[in-house]
């Protein structure tokens, strides 16, 4: 017999509905058809600015962060608490289309939180990145990132892979570095279907993806994305690279963000960084970038230290790299630290880029760091 239907009761009704604002279990109790469900994929970093993600049910498309619900997960199963008090919360920041399911679903970049003081979680670097690029608003901070990154088979699980597409299964060395870069074919230009996946992936989610290309070495590729003003630099990247880790689990492979993840005579990779301000940009901007270059080397030890874990392997002096222990900047020079573009000197005015910056570097704390740096530069004038 089927249970009979409880008589509907004035006290039990829902508020009225607020437009663009998911109405949470309260929404979803009253809810009768849920072919018009929204699902929003909140995603945000863990102790090691590593993308984790949980789906909620809502009952409504946000029009903005205010329409979506403050969410928590479980903070010790990802390093940031205690299993005793492990309560972490997450407060959205940005709205991206979801590209994997489509139409109406969408991601959401959160912040964490700890649920016991209010203080931001470990790893949760935005918050301390936002509060600068606030601070320095009226410089007009533009950011452009280029996030190389390897394609590697997959070994155990649960294991760092060891052998990038492209190598043989013994790991042992294919034909050297040159024909790889950029090149075409299925022998150089390896793993191609990912990266032009991701790319297009990544346009649908409305990430600010500028282009890609292939690298030096094989299995290794680069997309860029930018420009983007000041906290949207990191939002829009961490994105991204969400997105490639969702790709390559279809693609049974696996991305690595390690600035060098072969010994021996092959490239790194990096996460170059170019940058620019207001008065860098404007007539005589070539003498504020010169200015700029200056105060980064004063405090390059600094900037290193925020730029990636395992860099030191990477920025050898060799491979498109300054060593890690020296700082130069020059036009068109790939072997210093920071590179002026031909086109910025020609026109008196433009960008920098920073080639320091690994490509497992964390974009907050570096566009925080070269931020801070100028910001401190320009004020003393």
Known sequence: M???KRPASKGASPAKRKKGVDEGATGLAYMTSFEQAVLAEYVWLDAKQVPRSKTMTMTTLPTSV????VWNYDGSSTEQAEGHNSE???YPKAIFKDPFRGSPHILVLAEAYNAWDGQPAIGNTRAECEKIMDKYEYLDPWFGIEQEYTLMRPGKVGEDPKIPLGFNDDGSEPAPQGPYYTGAGFNVAIG???ADEHYKLCLEAG???AGINAEVMPGQWEFQVGPCRGVEMGDHLTIARYIMLRVT?????ICSFSPKPMDGDWNGAGCHTNFSVTPMREEGGYDVII???EAFGKVAAEHIAEYGEGNEKRLTGKHETCAISDFKYGVANRGASIRIPRETERSGK???EDRRPAANCDPYKVTTRMMKTTGECLDKE
């Open 66 to 69: 205010e329409g979506l619900r």
């Open 207 to 209: 990430v600010k993806i």
């Open 249 to 253: 689990e279809s693609h049974n492979c």
């Open 2 to 4: 089927a249970p009979k």
């Open 291 to 293: 200015k700029v270059c």
């Open 88 to 90: 972490i919360y997450l």
């Open 350 to 352: 433009g960008y920098m």
């Open 192 to 194: 191609r279907p990912v």
